[in-house]
Protein backbone atom coordinates (compact mmCIF):
# COMPACT_ATOMS: atom_id res chain seq x y z
CA UNK A 1 0.00 0.00 0.00
CA UNK A 2 0.98 3.39 -1.14
CA UNK A 3 1.41 7.19 0.45
CA UNK A 4 0.76 10.19 -1.35
CA UNK A 5 3.57 11.67 -0.25
CA UNK A 6 6.30 10.22 -1.92
CA UNK A 7 8.86 11.31 0.76
CA UNK A 8 6.87 8.86 2.97
CA UNK A 9 7.42 6.20 0.19
CA UNK A 10 11.01 5.87 1.63
CA UNK A 11 11.88 3.39 -0.94
CA UNK A 12 9.12 0.61 0.07
CA UNK A 13 9.56 1.44 3.82
CA UNK A 14 6.01 1.93 5.62
CA UNK A 15 4.94 5.58 5.75
CA UNK A 16 5.15 7.19 8.99
CA UNK A 17 1.18 7.94 9.62
CA UNK A 18 0.10 4.44 9.09
CA UNK A 19 1.69 3.15 11.90
CA UNK A 20 1.41 6.29 14.08
CA UNK A 21 -1.12 7.29 17.33
CA UNK A 22 -2.75 10.12 16.82
CA UNK A 23 -4.30 12.01 19.54
CA UNK A 24 -7.37 15.16 18.80
CA UNK A 25 -6.91 17.80 21.09
CA UNK A 26 -10.15 20.06 21.53
CA UNK A 27 -8.08 23.57 22.83
CA UNK A 28 -10.79 24.92 24.78
CA UNK A 29 -11.54 21.94 27.31
CA UNK A 30 -7.60 19.96 27.60
CA UNK A 31 -5.74 22.68 30.02
CA UNK A 32 -6.14 25.93 31.04
CA UNK A 33 -2.80 27.67 32.60
CA UNK A 34 -4.02 31.37 32.66
CA UNK A 35 -7.25 30.72 34.59
CA UNK A 36 -9.58 32.38 31.82
CA UNK A 37 -11.59 29.44 32.36
CA UNK A 38 -10.57 28.22 28.39
CA UNK A 39 -8.10 25.27 27.18
CA UNK A 40 -4.60 27.08 26.00
CA UNK A 41 -1.79 26.08 23.65
CA UNK A 42 0.09 26.84 26.71
CA UNK A 43 -1.63 23.94 28.72
CA UNK A 44 -1.51 21.43 25.75
CA UNK A 45 2.76 21.97 25.62
CA UNK A 46 2.53 21.59 29.78
CA UNK A 47 0.84 18.01 29.14
CA UNK A 48 2.80 17.04 26.15
CA UNK A 49 5.17 14.69 28.33
CA UNK A 50 1.82 13.06 29.53
CA UNK A 51 0.73 12.05 25.74
CA UNK A 52 4.25 10.97 24.85
CA UNK A 53 4.33 9.03 27.64
CA UNK A 54 0.96 7.82 26.62
CA UNK A 55 2.48 6.64 23.20
CA UNK A 56 1.15 9.50 20.98
CA UNK A 57 2.86 9.86 17.62
CA UNK A 58 1.01 12.81 16.50
CA UNK A 59 -1.23 15.06 17.83
CA UNK A 60 -4.37 17.08 16.14
CA UNK A 61 -4.89 19.96 17.23
CA UNK A 62 -8.54 21.35 16.77
CA UNK A 63 -9.42 24.60 15.74
CA UNK A 64 -7.52 27.55 17.65
CA UNK A 65 -7.59 30.45 14.90
CA UNK A 66 -9.14 33.39 14.75
CA UNK A 67 -12.82 33.30 15.61
CA UNK A 68 -16.11 34.58 17.18
CA UNK A 69 -16.62 30.82 18.00
CA UNK A 70 -19.85 30.74 17.04
CA UNK A 71 -18.95 27.11 16.12
CA UNK A 72 -16.63 26.55 18.36
CA UNK A 73 -13.27 27.88 15.87
CA UNK A 74 -14.88 26.11 12.81
CA UNK A 75 -15.86 29.87 11.85
CA UNK A 76 -12.47 31.29 10.71
CA UNK A 77 -12.00 34.83 10.82
CA UNK A 78 -8.31 34.83 10.28
CA UNK A 79 -6.45 32.01 9.01
CA UNK A 80 -2.92 33.69 10.47
CA UNK A 81 -4.21 34.74 13.59
CA UNK A 82 -4.65 32.33 16.81
CA UNK A 83 -7.29 33.20 18.94
CA UNK A 84 -6.26 35.16 21.97
CA UNK A 85 -8.19 32.79 24.82
CA UNK A 86 -6.16 30.01 22.77
CA UNK A 87 -2.46 31.85 23.25
CA UNK A 88 -0.25 33.29 20.12
CA UNK A 89 1.92 32.55 17.34
CA UNK A 90 4.50 32.08 19.49
CA UNK A 91 2.91 29.38 21.34
CA UNK A 92 2.13 27.61 18.05
CA UNK A 93 5.84 27.69 17.50
CA UNK A 94 6.45 26.21 20.93
CA UNK A 95 4.23 23.89 20.54
CA UNK A 96 5.72 22.69 17.09
CA UNK A 97 9.11 22.74 18.53
CA UNK A 98 7.62 20.43 21.96
CA UNK A 99 6.07 18.01 19.57
CA UNK A 100 9.56 17.62 17.31
CA UNK A 101 12.30 17.50 20.40
CA UNK A 102 10.09 14.26 21.46
CA UNK A 103 9.96 12.90 17.67
CA UNK A 104 6.31 13.50 17.85
CA UNK A 105 4.27 15.48 14.97
CA UNK A 106 1.68 18.19 14.93
CA UNK A 107 -1.12 18.82 12.61
CA UNK A 108 -4.05 21.66 12.59
CA UNK A 109 -7.55 21.59 11.55
CA UNK A 110 -7.87 23.00 7.88
CA UNK A 111 -11.28 24.12 7.88
CA UNK A 112 -11.80 26.08 4.23
CA UNK A 113 -15.18 24.64 3.15
CA UNK A 114 -16.14 27.68 4.72
CA UNK A 115 -15.14 31.17 6.65
CA UNK A 116 -16.98 33.44 9.58
CA UNK A 117 -18.62 36.03 8.45
CA UNK A 118 -16.09 38.61 9.97
CA UNK A 119 -13.30 37.08 7.73
CA UNK A 120 -12.03 40.25 5.83
CA UNK A 121 -12.46 37.98 2.60
CA UNK A 122 -16.37 37.73 3.13
CA UNK A 123 -16.71 41.47 4.75
CA UNK A 124 -16.02 42.38 1.51
CA UNK A 125 -17.55 40.01 -0.71
CA UNK A 126 -20.94 41.08 1.06
CA UNK A 127 -19.84 44.56 0.17
CA UNK A 128 -21.09 44.63 -3.06
CA UNK A 129 -21.79 42.88 -6.30
CA UNK A 130 -19.03 44.34 -8.36
CA UNK A 131 -16.47 43.71 -5.23
CA UNK A 132 -13.60 41.79 -6.85
CA UNK A 133 -13.78 38.94 -3.79
CA UNK A 134 -17.60 38.94 -4.71
CA UNK A 135 -17.00 35.60 -6.31
CA UNK A 136 -15.14 34.51 -3.33
CA UNK A 137 -18.88 33.22 -1.85
CA UNK A 138 -21.73 31.61 -3.10
CA UNK A 139 -24.12 34.00 -3.87
CA UNK A 140 -27.55 33.85 -5.73
CA UNK A 141 -30.83 35.86 -6.14
CA UNK A 142 -34.10 35.39 -4.20
CA UNK A 143 -37.07 33.41 -5.81
CA UNK A 144 -40.62 34.18 -5.38
CA UNK A 145 -43.78 32.45 -5.13
CA UNK A 146 -46.86 32.94 -6.68
CA UNK A 147 -47.59 35.70 -4.14
CA UNK A 148 -44.61 37.12 -4.74
CA UNK A 149 -43.00 36.37 -1.64
CA UNK A 150 -39.66 36.21 -1.33
CA UNK A 151 -37.81 32.57 -1.29
CA UNK A 152 -34.61 30.91 -1.13
CA UNK A 153 -32.90 29.74 -3.55
CA UNK A 154 -33.09 26.27 -3.47
CA UNK A 155 -35.66 24.39 -0.30
CA UNK A 156 -31.77 22.77 0.68
CA UNK A 157 -31.82 22.29 4.41
CA UNK A 158 -28.45 22.71 6.52
CA UNK A 159 -26.70 20.72 9.00
CA UNK A 160 -27.68 22.82 11.99
CA UNK A 161 -31.19 23.12 11.18
CA UNK A 162 -33.15 25.22 8.88
CA UNK A 163 -32.44 26.96 5.37
CA UNK A 164 -29.09 26.63 4.09
CA UNK A 165 -29.39 30.36 2.62
CA UNK A 166 -29.29 34.10 4.38
CA UNK A 167 -30.80 37.05 3.06
CA UNK A 168 -27.96 39.84 2.78
CA UNK A 169 -30.26 42.96 3.00
CA UNK A 170 -27.43 45.34 1.12
CA UNK A 171 -27.10 43.49 -1.51
CA UNK A 172 -30.12 42.03 -2.12
CA UNK A 173 -28.76 38.08 -2.52
CA UNK A 174 -28.99 35.43 -0.58
CA UNK A 175 -25.68 33.46 0.11
CA UNK A 176 -24.72 29.76 0.89
CA UNK A 177 -23.93 28.04 4.26
CA UNK A 178 -24.17 24.67 4.48
CA UNK A 179 -23.66 24.97 8.36
CA UNK A 180 -24.59 28.11 10.52
CA UNK A 181 -25.41 31.73 9.06
CA UNK A 182 -22.61 33.12 10.51
CA UNK A 183 -20.14 30.23 8.28
CA UNK A 184 -20.75 31.52 4.72
CA UNK A 185 -19.41 28.90 1.86
CA UNK A 186 -16.45 29.74 -0.15
CA UNK A 187 -16.75 29.22 -3.75
CA UNK A 188 -14.30 26.63 -4.70
CA UNK A 189 -15.05 27.33 -8.59
CA UNK A 190 -13.16 30.51 -8.17
CA UNK A 191 -9.58 30.09 -8.75
CA UNK A 192 -8.42 32.58 -6.90
CA UNK A 193 -10.24 32.37 -4.19
CA UNK A 194 -8.51 28.62 -4.46
CA UNK A 195 -5.03 29.67 -4.85
CA UNK A 196 -5.65 32.55 -1.41
CA UNK A 197 -6.68 29.13 0.38
CA UNK A 198 -3.44 27.40 -0.38
CA UNK A 199 -1.15 30.45 0.69
CA UNK A 200 -3.22 31.37 3.63
CA UNK A 201 -4.54 28.59 5.31
CA UNK A 202 -1.79 26.14 4.51
CA UNK A 203 1.43 27.02 3.41
CA UNK A 204 1.46 29.45 6.34
CA UNK A 205 1.31 27.10 8.72
CA UNK A 206 3.30 24.56 6.86
CA UNK A 207 6.01 26.91 6.85
CA UNK A 208 6.28 27.38 10.53
CA UNK A 209 7.26 23.03 10.38
CA UNK A 210 3.15 21.95 11.02
CA UNK A 211 3.17 18.38 9.86
CA UNK A 212 -0.17 18.26 8.23
CA UNK A 213 -3.56 18.79 8.67
CA UNK A 214 -6.68 17.08 9.24
CA UNK A 215 -9.29 18.56 6.75
CA UNK A 216 -12.67 19.26 7.67
CA UNK A 217 -15.93 18.55 5.68
CA UNK A 218 -13.05 17.59 2.79
CA UNK A 219 -16.38 16.19 -0.17
CA UNK A 220 -18.32 19.02 0.19
CA UNK A 221 -16.47 21.89 -1.57
CA UNK A 222 -18.06 20.89 -4.99
CA UNK A 223 -21.70 22.12 -5.18
CA UNK A 224 -24.31 21.70 -8.02
CA UNK A 225 -23.68 24.59 -9.31
CA UNK A 226 -27.11 24.58 -11.48
CA UNK A 227 -28.94 24.75 -7.74
CA UNK A 228 -31.49 22.75 -8.50
CA UNK A 229 -34.57 22.03 -5.21
CA UNK A 230 -33.80 18.49 -3.44
CA UNK A 231 -36.42 15.71 -3.51
CA UNK A 232 -38.84 16.13 -0.82
CA UNK A 233 -37.99 13.76 1.40
CA UNK A 234 -39.63 15.28 4.64
CA UNK A 235 -42.88 16.09 3.42
CA UNK A 236 -44.33 19.30 5.79
CA UNK A 237 -41.22 20.81 5.94
CA UNK A 238 -40.09 23.64 3.85
CA UNK A 239 -36.58 22.83 4.18
CA UNK A 240 -35.15 19.25 2.61
CA UNK A 241 -32.17 17.27 3.91
CA UNK A 242 -29.76 17.75 0.28
CA UNK A 243 -26.27 16.25 0.96
CA UNK A 244 -26.56 15.02 -3.02
CA UNK A 245 -26.10 18.75 -3.99
CA UNK A 246 -23.31 18.99 -2.03
CA UNK A 247 -21.18 15.75 -1.09
CA UNK A 248 -18.91 14.43 -3.77
CA UNK A 249 -20.04 17.23 -6.27
CA UNK A 250 -18.53 17.03 -10.11
CA UNK A 251 -15.82 18.52 -9.21
CA UNK A 252 -15.09 17.10 -6.15
CA UNK A 253 -11.58 14.89 -7.25
CA UNK A 254 -10.14 17.76 -9.19
CA UNK A 255 -10.26 19.93 -6.43
CA UNK A 256 -8.38 17.63 -4.14
CA UNK A 257 -5.97 16.89 -6.43
CA UNK A 258 -5.16 20.34 -7.39
CA UNK A 259 -4.40 20.73 -3.28
CA UNK A 260 -2.63 17.79 -2.84
CA UNK A 261 -0.34 18.95 -6.08
CA UNK A 262 0.27 22.53 -5.07
CA UNK A 263 0.40 22.18 -1.77
CA UNK A 264 0.68 18.58 0.64
CA UNK A 265 2.90 16.92 -2.03
CA UNK A 266 5.64 19.46 -2.16
CA UNK A 267 5.66 19.88 1.58
CA UNK A 268 5.27 16.25 2.38
CA UNK A 269 2.25 16.84 4.55
CA UNK A 270 0.23 13.93 6.04
CA UNK A 271 -3.52 14.52 5.30
CA UNK A 272 -6.38 13.29 6.71
CA UNK A 273 -10.30 14.16 5.22
CA UNK A 274 -12.97 13.90 6.87
CA UNK A 275 -15.61 12.51 4.51
CA UNK A 276 -19.20 12.51 5.46
CA UNK A 277 -22.18 11.32 3.76
CA UNK A 278 -19.89 8.71 2.08
CA UNK A 279 -21.51 5.39 2.89
CA UNK A 280 -20.39 3.06 0.39
CA UNK A 281 -16.02 1.88 0.01
CA UNK A 282 -16.39 2.55 -4.09
CA UNK A 283 -16.50 6.14 -2.96
CA UNK A 284 -14.44 6.43 -0.53
CA UNK A 285 -11.19 4.80 -2.49
CA UNK A 286 -10.71 7.03 -5.40
CA UNK A 287 -10.15 9.80 -2.43
CA UNK A 288 -7.35 7.57 -0.08
CA UNK A 289 -5.66 5.61 -3.20
CA UNK A 290 -2.11 5.91 -3.82
CA UNK A 291 -2.65 6.03 -7.27
CA UNK A 292 -4.99 9.09 -6.94
CA UNK A 293 -2.51 10.97 -5.41
CA UNK A 294 -5.03 13.08 -2.87
CA UNK A 295 -5.64 12.33 0.84
CA UNK A 296 -3.35 10.06 2.72
CA UNK A 297 -6.60 8.55 4.98
CA UNK A 298 -10.16 10.00 5.75
CA UNK A 299 -12.93 9.43 8.67
CA UNK A 300 -15.89 7.38 7.38
CA UNK A 301 -19.04 7.83 9.87
CA UNK A 302 -21.02 4.70 9.65
CA UNK A 303 -19.25 3.08 12.68
CA UNK A 304 -19.59 6.11 14.98
CA UNK A 305 -22.84 7.47 13.75
CA UNK A 306 -24.65 4.29 14.62
CA UNK A 307 -28.01 5.17 16.87
CA UNK A 308 -28.28 8.70 15.34
CA UNK A 309 -31.02 9.66 13.38
CA UNK A 310 -30.51 11.23 9.78
CA UNK A 311 -28.12 14.10 9.58
CA UNK A 312 -30.78 16.93 9.03
CA UNK A 313 -34.14 15.81 10.51
CA UNK A 314 -34.36 14.00 13.83
CA UNK A 315 -30.34 13.44 13.99
CA UNK A 316 -31.15 13.41 17.93
CA UNK A 317 -33.63 10.37 17.70
CA UNK A 318 -31.70 7.78 19.60
CA UNK A 319 -32.10 4.52 17.95
CA UNK A 320 -31.34 1.43 19.87
CA UNK A 321 -28.59 -0.97 17.36
CA UNK A 322 -27.67 -4.67 18.17
CA UNK A 323 -24.15 -5.52 18.27
CA UNK A 324 -24.52 -7.59 15.16
CA UNK A 325 -25.24 -4.04 13.41
CA UNK A 326 -21.71 -2.88 14.94
CA UNK A 327 -20.25 -5.87 13.41
CA UNK A 328 -21.09 -5.79 10.09
CA UNK A 329 -19.82 -1.99 9.72
CA UNK A 330 -16.83 -2.83 11.22
CA UNK A 331 -16.56 -5.96 8.64
CA UNK A 332 -17.17 -3.50 5.79
CA UNK A 333 -14.63 -0.88 6.62
CA UNK A 334 -11.82 -3.20 7.65
CA UNK A 335 -12.03 -5.79 4.65
CA UNK A 336 -12.60 -3.15 1.68
CA UNK A 337 -8.72 -2.04 1.91
CA UNK A 338 -7.46 -5.66 0.73
CA UNK A 339 -6.50 -5.51 -2.61
CA UNK A 340 -6.52 -1.94 -3.02
CA UNK A 341 -3.35 0.53 -2.28
CA UNK A 342 -6.25 2.86 -0.26
CA UNK A 343 -5.69 3.01 3.79
CA UNK A 344 -8.64 3.77 6.39
CA UNK A 345 -8.43 5.38 9.96
CA UNK A 346 -9.38 3.69 13.01
CA UNK A 347 -11.72 5.95 15.52
CA UNK A 348 -14.67 5.80 17.82
CA UNK A 349 -14.67 9.23 19.62
CA UNK A 350 -14.41 12.85 18.61
CA UNK A 351 -15.46 16.05 19.18
CA UNK A 352 -18.77 15.62 17.65
CA UNK A 353 -20.03 12.79 19.60
CA UNK A 354 -20.79 11.25 22.49
CA UNK A 355 -18.42 9.15 24.73
CA UNK A 356 -17.58 5.89 23.12
CA UNK A 357 -17.97 3.87 26.96
CA UNK A 358 -21.06 5.35 27.57
CA UNK A 359 -22.33 4.95 23.58
CA UNK A 360 -21.23 1.43 22.55
CA UNK A 361 -19.70 0.59 26.42
CA UNK A 362 -21.50 0.46 29.63
CA UNK A 363 -21.47 3.22 32.41
CA UNK A 364 -23.49 2.11 34.04
CA UNK A 365 -21.40 0.61 37.16
CA UNK A 366 -17.95 1.41 38.16
CA UNK A 367 -17.00 -2.73 37.22
CA UNK A 368 -18.53 -2.64 34.17
CA UNK A 369 -17.70 0.76 33.13
CA UNK A 370 -13.85 -0.20 33.68
CA UNK A 371 -14.26 -3.59 31.45
CA UNK A 372 -16.04 -1.73 28.99
CA UNK A 373 -13.54 0.90 28.44
CA UNK A 374 -10.96 -1.55 28.37
CA UNK A 375 -12.87 -3.65 25.75
CA UNK A 376 -13.09 -0.80 23.46
CA UNK A 377 -9.59 0.40 24.04
CA UNK A 378 -8.64 -3.53 22.65
CA UNK A 379 -11.06 -3.33 19.96
CA UNK A 380 -10.07 0.10 18.62
CA UNK A 381 -6.21 -1.41 18.85
CA UNK A 382 -6.42 -4.41 17.55
CA UNK A 383 -7.91 -3.01 13.86
CA UNK A 384 -6.38 -2.73 10.58
CA UNK A 385 -5.87 1.11 9.30
CA UNK A 386 -4.67 4.62 11.59
CA UNK A 387 -5.27 4.70 15.10
CA UNK A 388 -7.07 8.23 16.28
CA UNK A 389 -7.68 8.76 20.02
CA UNK A 390 -9.79 11.73 21.14
CA UNK A 391 -8.51 13.34 24.25
CA UNK A 392 -10.18 11.34 27.81
CA UNK A 393 -10.94 8.22 25.88
CA UNK A 394 -8.02 6.82 27.28
CA UNK A 395 -9.22 7.20 30.64
CA UNK A 396 -12.36 6.00 29.82
CA UNK A 397 -14.41 9.58 30.19
CA UNK A 398 -18.09 9.38 30.11
CA UNK A 399 -21.32 11.20 28.23
CA UNK A 400 -22.50 14.55 31.11
CA UNK A 401 -25.24 13.33 33.86
CA UNK A 402 -28.11 13.10 32.35
CA UNK A 403 -29.91 15.28 34.59
CA UNK A 404 -27.93 18.16 33.69
CA UNK A 405 -30.51 20.41 32.22
CA UNK A 406 -30.47 20.61 28.21
CA UNK A 407 -30.73 24.65 27.90
CA UNK A 408 -28.19 25.73 31.07
CA UNK A 409 -25.33 22.96 30.34
CA UNK A 410 -25.55 21.86 26.69
CA UNK A 411 -23.32 24.87 24.72
CA UNK A 412 -23.15 23.54 20.98
CA UNK A 413 -24.40 25.81 18.84
CA UNK A 414 -26.11 22.56 16.42
CA UNK A 415 -27.82 20.93 19.99
CA UNK A 416 -29.57 23.70 21.29
CA UNK A 417 -30.97 24.67 17.54
CA UNK A 418 -31.67 21.28 17.29
CA UNK A 419 -33.58 21.41 20.69
CA UNK A 420 -34.91 25.26 20.03
CA UNK A 421 -36.70 23.59 16.95
CA UNK A 422 -38.45 20.66 18.53
CA UNK A 423 -39.49 22.74 21.49
CA UNK A 424 -41.48 25.24 18.88
CA UNK A 425 -43.01 22.19 17.78
CA UNK A 426 -44.63 21.52 20.70
CA UNK A 427 -44.74 18.06 19.63
CA UNK A 428 -44.57 16.38 23.37
CA UNK A 429 -43.41 13.15 22.22
CA UNK A 430 -40.72 14.05 19.75
CA UNK A 431 -39.44 16.56 22.78
CA UNK A 432 -38.39 13.69 25.29
CA UNK A 433 -37.18 11.78 22.66
CA UNK A 434 -34.72 14.45 21.34
CA UNK A 435 -33.80 15.59 25.24
CA UNK A 436 -33.35 11.51 25.45
CA UNK A 437 -30.80 11.74 22.04
CA UNK A 438 -29.22 14.26 23.31
CA UNK A 439 -28.06 12.81 26.47
CA UNK A 440 -26.51 10.64 24.65
CA UNK A 441 -25.31 11.39 21.33
CA UNK A 442 -24.71 15.37 21.44
CA UNK A 443 -21.47 16.88 20.32
CA UNK A 444 -21.23 18.64 23.91
CA UNK A 445 -20.17 15.43 26.50
CA UNK A 446 -17.11 15.41 24.13
CA UNK A 447 -16.15 18.86 25.12
CA UNK A 448 -16.59 19.26 28.92
CA UNK A 449 -13.11 19.55 30.53
CA UNK A 450 -10.08 17.18 31.12
CA UNK A 451 -10.53 15.51 33.81
CA UNK A 452 -7.17 15.40 35.18
CA UNK A 453 -6.78 15.46 38.81
CA UNK A 454 -9.29 15.31 42.11
CA UNK A 455 -9.12 18.70 42.84
CA UNK A 456 -11.57 21.57 42.33
CA UNK A 457 -12.07 21.88 38.74
CA UNK A 458 -10.47 18.13 37.85
CA UNK A 459 -6.98 20.58 37.39
CA UNK A 460 -8.31 21.59 34.09
CA UNK A 461 -8.36 25.32 35.66
CA UNK A 462 -7.60 26.60 39.05
CA UNK A 463 -9.74 26.30 42.34
CA UNK A 464 -12.52 29.72 42.11
CA UNK A 465 -12.47 30.06 38.13
CA UNK A 466 -15.89 29.24 36.41
CA UNK A 467 -14.70 26.75 33.39
CA UNK A 468 -16.34 27.61 29.60
CA UNK A 469 -17.88 24.34 30.55
CA UNK A 470 -19.07 22.64 33.36
CA UNK A 471 -16.55 19.38 35.07
CA UNK A 472 -17.75 16.57 35.19
CA UNK A 473 -20.07 15.45 38.40
CA UNK A 474 -17.83 12.74 38.36
CA UNK A 475 -13.99 13.73 38.27
CA UNK A 476 -13.05 12.83 41.91
CA UNK A 477 -13.05 9.49 40.76
CA UNK A 478 -12.51 9.99 37.16
CA UNK A 479 -9.18 11.63 36.24
CA UNK A 480 -5.62 11.04 34.60
CA UNK A 481 -3.71 11.48 38.15
CA UNK A 482 -6.09 8.47 39.84
CA UNK A 483 -4.93 5.95 36.97
CA UNK A 484 -1.37 7.24 36.30
CA UNK A 485 1.14 4.58 37.84
CA UNK A 486 -1.57 1.77 37.67
CA UNK A 487 -0.92 -0.71 35.06
CA UNK A 488 -4.44 -2.19 35.30
CA UNK A 489 -6.51 0.84 35.00
CA UNK A 490 -8.00 2.35 31.57
CA UNK A 491 -4.91 4.40 31.17
CA UNK A 492 -2.25 1.81 32.01
CA UNK A 493 -4.52 -0.72 29.90
CA UNK A 494 -4.10 1.93 26.71
CA UNK A 495 -0.27 2.27 27.16
CA UNK A 496 0.06 -1.57 26.85
CA UNK A 497 -2.45 -1.88 23.85
CA UNK A 498 -0.85 0.76 22.08
CA UNK A 499 2.57 -0.51 22.93
CA UNK A 500 1.18 -4.24 21.62
CA UNK A 501 0.18 -2.56 18.56
CA UNK A 502 3.06 -1.11 17.62
CA UNK A 503 4.91 -4.60 18.34
CA UNK A 504 2.50 -6.79 16.30
CA UNK A 505 1.48 -3.77 13.63
CA UNK A 506 1.62 -6.76 10.76
CA UNK A 507 -1.23 -8.16 12.59
CA UNK A 508 -2.90 -5.01 13.81
CA UNK A 509 -1.97 -2.25 12.21
CA UNK A 510 -1.86 -3.55 8.59
CA UNK A 511 -3.37 -7.20 9.20
CA UNK A 512 -6.61 -8.70 6.93
CA UNK A 513 -9.49 -9.29 8.69
CA UNK A 514 -12.19 -12.16 9.14
CA UNK A 515 -14.77 -11.91 10.88
CA UNK A 516 -16.47 -14.75 12.98
CA UNK A 517 -19.92 -15.22 14.49
CA UNK A 518 -20.92 -12.74 12.71
CA UNK A 519 -24.48 -12.73 13.96
CA UNK A 520 -23.96 -13.17 17.29
CA UNK A 521 -25.82 -10.58 19.30
CA UNK A 522 -22.81 -11.20 22.59
CA UNK A 523 -18.95 -12.19 21.22
CA UNK A 524 -17.12 -10.18 18.61
CA UNK A 525 -14.85 -11.92 17.31
CA UNK A 526 -12.44 -12.01 14.48
CA UNK A 527 -9.30 -13.24 13.05
CA UNK A 528 -6.39 -10.83 12.01
CA UNK A 529 -3.85 -12.36 9.64
CA UNK A 530 -0.41 -11.05 9.13
CA UNK A 531 0.83 -9.84 5.96
CA UNK A 532 2.96 -12.87 5.07
CA UNK A 533 0.96 -15.00 6.68
CA UNK A 534 3.32 -16.08 9.59
CA UNK A 535 1.37 -15.33 12.64
CA UNK A 536 -2.93 -14.95 13.55
CA UNK A 537 -4.31 -13.44 16.29
CA UNK A 538 -8.29 -14.39 17.55
CA UNK A 539 -9.79 -11.38 19.02
CA UNK A 540 -12.59 -12.85 21.36
CA UNK A 541 -14.67 -10.17 22.85
CA UNK A 542 -17.72 -10.41 25.28
CA UNK A 543 -19.08 -6.92 24.08
CA UNK A 544 -22.51 -7.88 27.31
CA UNK A 545 -23.13 -7.25 30.83
CA UNK A 546 -23.38 -10.68 31.24
CA UNK A 547 -21.07 -14.08 31.06
CA UNK A 548 -20.50 -15.35 27.42
CA UNK A 549 -19.98 -19.05 26.77
CA UNK A 550 -17.23 -19.75 23.49
CA UNK A 551 -18.36 -23.49 23.64
CA UNK A 552 -21.97 -22.64 23.44
CA UNK A 553 -20.45 -21.22 20.04
CA UNK A 554 -18.67 -23.69 19.44
CA UNK A 555 -15.61 -21.42 19.06
CA UNK A 556 -12.62 -23.36 19.25
CA UNK A 557 -9.66 -21.15 19.54
CA UNK A 558 -6.81 -23.73 18.44
CA UNK A 559 -9.37 -24.49 15.40
CA UNK A 560 -10.15 -21.17 14.52
CA UNK A 561 -6.62 -19.73 14.53
CA UNK A 562 -5.69 -23.13 12.24
CA UNK A 563 -3.28 -24.75 15.11
CA UNK A 564 -3.26 -27.62 16.95
CA UNK A 565 -4.10 -27.35 20.23
CA UNK A 566 -1.70 -25.93 22.89
CA UNK A 567 -0.08 -24.04 20.45
CA UNK A 568 -2.19 -20.89 21.03
CA UNK A 569 -1.02 -18.61 23.61
CA UNK A 570 -2.78 -15.91 24.95
CA UNK A 571 -1.46 -12.57 24.36
CA UNK A 572 -3.83 -10.18 26.25
CA UNK A 573 -6.39 -9.27 28.37
CA UNK A 574 -8.58 -6.90 29.75
CA UNK A 575 -9.06 -8.69 33.01
CA UNK A 576 -6.70 -7.58 36.00
CA UNK A 577 -4.30 -9.94 37.65
CA UNK A 578 -6.27 -11.19 40.70
CA UNK A 579 -8.78 -12.09 38.85
CA UNK A 580 -6.54 -14.16 36.01
CA UNK A 581 -6.97 -17.68 38.10
CA UNK A 582 -10.52 -16.94 37.92
CA UNK A 583 -10.27 -16.92 34.09
CA UNK A 584 -12.30 -19.84 32.85
CA UNK A 585 -11.17 -20.62 28.32
CA UNK A 586 -14.68 -21.13 27.76
CA UNK A 587 -16.13 -18.28 29.14
CA UNK A 588 -15.69 -14.75 29.47
CA UNK A 589 -16.93 -12.41 31.91
CA UNK A 590 -19.07 -8.97 31.45
CA UNK A 591 -16.83 -7.59 29.30
CA UNK A 592 -13.82 -9.38 29.00
CA UNK A 593 -11.91 -9.78 26.09
CA UNK A 594 -9.14 -11.71 25.21
CA UNK A 595 -6.22 -11.57 21.98
CA UNK A 596 -4.70 -15.41 21.23
CA UNK A 597 -2.13 -15.59 18.84
CA UNK A 598 -0.61 -18.49 16.61
CA UNK A 599 2.53 -18.96 15.02
CA UNK A 600 2.85 -20.91 11.55
CA UNK A 601 5.99 -22.41 10.67
Known amino acids: ?158 YFAGPTWTWDELTQEYYLHLYHTSQPDLNWENEECRKAIYDEAMRFWLDRGVDGFRIDTVNKYSKRTDFPDAPVTMPGETDQPAAEMWCNGPRIHEFIREMNEQVLAPSHAVSVGELSNTPLPSQVLPYVSAAAKELDMVFEFSTIRLGTGGPFHGKYLYREFPLSELKACVATWQQWLEGTDGWHTVFCENHDNGRA ?90 RIP ?27 DLNVEKQEGDDESILGFYKKMLKLRKEYSGLFVHGSFRPVLQEDETLFVYVKDDQDKRMKALVVMNFSGKPASLQKQNLDVAATLGCKHGEERLLVTTLKEKDMSRMEAGTLKPWESRVYLSYQE
Open 1 to 158: MGSVNETSLCMGKTPWWKEAVFYQVYPASFKDTNNDGWGDIPGLIAKIDYLHDLGVDCVWLSPMFESPQKDMGYDISDYQAVCSRYGTLSDVDDLVAACHARGMKLILDLVVNHTSDQHPWFQQSRSSKTNPKRDWYMWKPARHDTDGNRMPPTNWRS
Open 450 to 476: MQWDASPNAGFTSAGVTPWMRVHDGFK
Open 357 to 446: VSRFGDDSTVELWEASAKTIALWQATLTGTIFLYQGQEIGMVNMPKEWPIEQEYKDVESLNFYKEVKASGDAEMIRKTEEGLRILARDHS
